[in-house]
């Protein structure tokens, strides 16, 4: 498995093949308890300590549907576009492995309770690309695996298994498009929009904490490519373990020029389940799916139909929310965005961000310059998300606020907000920690100025001679005796009063 | 004709991970065929008009409140694995199926 694959260079990739991309995404919900029992939905804690006789799939023990996930599950086919299921039922997912002890997962087969729906996703540039959503159906996430003693911490070489089932019956959606075909050089990054744009309405849904980063948010990219002027679909593989946005850009398209070097070079694209390495943005192979799975679906005995009453759907469609593409229409008007400012903003990921500023008490340039100018910089530098940069909207107008009462110039606003980023505390402490309040005590200015024409009598008697372009030496010296926390011109006006 | 094969018995009993002799599997494949024959006997009755039945009782949208019950402790959760460690089910080691 260790084999170095060869790859084919993209515009090769573009110019012989093209790619037909199918997304299947993961979303735990973020209830209060288990998909079919009353154990505590968290993230974390001790191992086994969520647990019950239902979700450990103990002898006798009976699941019980949460109402609040079906309810979350219809809201999320709403918001797609989706039909609700008049009528559907859970399905028996039957298979051996540890991660689930029941021997089989509860899921949804042929009955989804969301089905024909679709998902405009807006790309870097602004083009919309309508994505068809097969179906989104419910079922349970499994429990947490720990293979012990492989060199990798992978399942090979692997000499015994830990479980924790503390998630396992946590409530999952499990969101799959239809093929995405026609999408050619920009498949990587429709994949990337898609699971972005997903993420965005789920979190507007407040349905999940959608961080792929815990595995809240789970997306399995499968690729295939077709030969260009054909037009059947070649044999596809799924990539698991893309666990950020911008790894399943990198999954897809590793995947596009492997699988076209494989073909031009008469090979045959295995169908199989391949594992996305995060640091070195390549896949390897996985479990080969030679024996078609068997999971031997059958109606869950154990719990009840579900029939959704139109009345009941409409009620929950009475409760979606502002979706992220209106809120952004609303925005733009609002704040008086043009295209491209609205585009560096959603791009950057930085409109809840940009939007709390102006809750807080800045205006939207202000909040923007800070976000999308200088803070999306500092992100990309450190590798994280904006929201993950250590720094609150509230932190952001706090400091917007000192530099309008002239507290602050922008030089040292900058700074502090360097502090805070550093871990140095609230943006007030970092003034006081780092001593960067604007000198704006007249006594100890005059006093600096003073001090620097006495230091330079030549210069201060041009001045006194009307030379007024020579104040700018003192001012320079006024600046580097006050640490530059003097605001310039008000400097320079006292100079200028001083020898008149 | 046979409503189950001998290598479907074979596919069968390997999902359920059953070893089974070539000679069990002569047995139980005629044993099964009895078996579906006469459960078959109710697609005789069954038409077009009869919807296929999953659960006996005529109920729908049983639902329960999202509301957090208290769960096993930790030592109660593992009392009856037959190997623990770290607080955890301990399991041998699993060959060719990472799911
Ligand atoms: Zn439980």
Not at chain 1, 44 to 65: A, D, F, I, M, Q
Not at chain 1, 177 to 192: H, S
Not at chain 1, 214 to 229: E, F, W, Y
Not at chain 2, 79 to 88: S, V
Request: overall charge negative; aromatic content about 6%; proline content about 5%.
């Amino acid at each position: 498995m260790t084999s170095v694959d060869e790859l084919m260079d993209y515009a090769e990739v573009i110019e012989r093949f093209d790619p037909v991309l199918g997304l299947e995404v993961h979303v735990e919900l973020h209830t209060n308890t288990k998909m079919f029992c009353g154990c505590a939905n968290l993230f974390g804690g001790e191992p086994n300590t969520h647990v019950c006789p239902t979700c450990l799939g103990l002898p006798g023990s009976l699941p019980v549907v949460n109402g609040k996930a079906v309810e979350s599950a219809i809201r999320i086919g709403l918001a797609l576009n989706c039909e609700i299921a008049e009528w559907c039922r859970f399905a028996r997912k039957n298979y051996f492995y540890p991660d689930m002890p029941k021997n089989f997962q509860t899921s949804q087969y042929d009955e989804p309770i969301a089905f024909n729906g679709w998902l405009d996703v807006t790309l870097d540039d602004g083009e919309v690309v309508r994505v068809e959503i097969e179906r989104a159906h419910m079922e349970e996430d499994t429990g947490k695996s720990l293979h012990v003693g492989g060199a990798t911490g992978r399942i090979h070489g692997a000499e015994h298994s830990l479980l924790d089932y503390n998630r396992a019956g946590v409530p999952l959606i499990e969101i799959v498009t239809k093929p995405i075909a026609g999408t050619g050089e920009r498949a990587p990054e429709v994949a990337r929009a898609y699971v972005t744009a997903l993420r965005d309405l789920l979190k507007a849904l407040d349905v999940s904490d959608v961080r792929m980063d815990q595995g809240s948010l789970r997306c399995d990219a499968n690729v295939s490519l077709m030969p260009k002027g054909t037009t059947e679909f070649g044999t596809r593989t799924e990539t698991k373990n893309v666990n950020s946005l911008r790894s399943v850009e990198r999954a897809v398209r590793f995947e596009m020029t492997r699988q076209a070097a494989v073909l031009a070079a008469g090979g045959k694209v295995v169908q199989e389940t391949r594992h996305f390495d995060e640091s070195t943005g390549s896949t390897s192979s996985g479990r080969t799916k030679e024996t078609a799975e068997d999971y031997r679906y059958f109606p869950e005995p154990d719990l009840v139909p579900i029939a959704p009453s139109r009345e009941w759907v409409e009620e929950l469609r009475g409760t979606l929310p502002e979706l992220p593409w209106e809120r952004r229409k609303r925005i733009q008007q609002e704040w008086s965005l043009t295209d491209a400012e609205l585009r560096d903003l959603v791009n950057a990921g930085a409109v809840d961000l940009v939007a709390a500023t102006v809750d807080a008490g800045a205006t939207p340039a202000e909040a923007r310059s800070w976000w999308v100018a200088y803070l999306t910089k500092e992100a990309n530098a450190r590798g994280v998300e904006l929201g993950e940069l250590g720094i609150t909207p509230a932190q952001i107008a706090r400091v917007v606020a000192l530099v309008n009462s002239g507290e602050l110039t922008n030089k040292l606003a900058r700074e502090v907000v360097t502090g805070v980023l550093a871990g140095e505390g609230e943006p007030e402490a970092v003034v006081e920690a780092r001593g960067l309040k604007v000198v704006s005590d007249d006594s100890a200015l005059e006093k600096a100025v003073d001090e620097a024409l006495a230091a330079q009598p030549d210069v201060a008697a041009k001045i006194r001679d009307g030379k007024v372009a020579a104040a700018g030496a003192i001012v320079g010296a006024v600046m580097k005796a006050t640490k530059g926390q003097a605001d310039a011109k008000k400097v320079r006006d006292l100079i200028i009063a001083r020898c008149s | 004709m046979p409503s189950i094969s001998r290598d479907e018995v074979a596919h069968l009993a390997r999902l359920a991970r059953l070893a089974v002799t070539d000679d069990e599997l002569d047995l139980f494949a005629g044993q099964l065929d009895v078996i579906l024959q006469s459960v078959a006997t109710v697609g005789d009755i069954a038409t077009a008009d009869i919807p296929p039945t999953s659960h006996a009782v005529p109920l729908t949208n049983v639902f329960r409140e999202d509301v957090v019950r208290p769960s096993l402790g930790q030592q109660q959760a593992l009392a009856g694995a037959p190997a623990a460690e770290d607080g955890r089910f301990r399991v041998p080691r699993i060959l060719g199926e990472e799911a």
